[in-house]
């Protein structure tokens, strides 16, 4: 199985809360005049957790050697480091 860049308990959360958030999504869109049927409202929500799924299973990006050694520092070097 492919690494995820989330656990799969933490995925589950996040698709969790994606069924509630379409259904209060599609009752916010009829008050402003666009109404969705049930079945508009499901394929909202499961095109949703298929871009959830797409982002979790996409390989994380390796930039390591771009980034700063240290928390905070900024990638900068430190004056007060011996060289040499």
Do not use: C, H, Q, Y
Request: glycine share 8%; aromatic share 8%.
């Amino acid at each position: 199985m492919r690494e995820m860049r989330v656990s799969p308990e933490a995925l589950l959360v996040a698709a969790a809360f994606i069924i509630p958030f379409a259904v209060e999504f599609r009752t916010v869109l009829s008050w402003v005049g666009i109404e969705l049927t049930a079945l508009e409202t499901a394929l909202l929500g499961l095109g949703m957790i298929l871009a959830l799924l797409a982002w979790a299973f996409r390989p994380a990006d390796d930039d390591s050697e771009e980034r700063p050694k240290r928390k905070g520092d900024g990638g900068r070097p430190n004056p007060n480091e011996n060289r040499g």
